[in-house]
Nanobody, 121 residues
Framework: QVQLVESGGGLVQPGGSLRLSCAAS????????IGWFRQAPGKEREGVSC????????YYADSVKGRFTISRDNAKNTVYLQMNTLKPEDTAVYYC??????????????WGQGTQVTVSS
């Protein structure tokens, strides 16, 4: 059974930081590309970041570049999204997802249930 479980979301003040975790079970992340996505109310889901297992390359949306960092811990079979200098516009439900290839081109076929991130004073 393939399962992805996000955690680490919550309420944080602008300028604060959070680290999201995506724990995988039923498969090994080492052989997949892992992406983080987010969806705000009334808006479409957007890609935030991706980690490619082909060569460890990482990708970021322009809106988060320089503030967010994606990483993978193979021993824990977990991917992280470190979010710094958070802004109110970062408020959304954040999802992790994987595809069966090692490249970030997708498609992402397995998704977690999401974790809420709220940035507000």
């Amino acid at each position: 059974q393939v399962q992805l479980v996000e955690s680490g979301g919550g309420l944080v003040q602008p300028g604060g930081s959070l680290r999201l975790s995506c724990a995988a079970s039923g498969f090994t992340l080492d052989y997949y590309a892992i992406g983080w996505f987010r969806q705000a109310p009334g808006k479409e889901r957007e890609g935030v970041s991706c980690f490619s297992s082909s060569d460890g390359s990482t990708y970021y949306a322009d809106s988060v570049k320089g503030r967010f960092t994606i990483s993978r811990d193979n021993a824990k079979n977990t991917v992280y999204l470190q979010m710094n200098t958070l802004k109110p516009e970062d408020t959304a439900v954040y999802y992790c997802a994987v595809n069966k290839d090692v490249y970030c081109s997708g498609p992402f076929h397995s998704w977690g249930q999401g974790t809420q991130v709220t940035v507000s004073s």
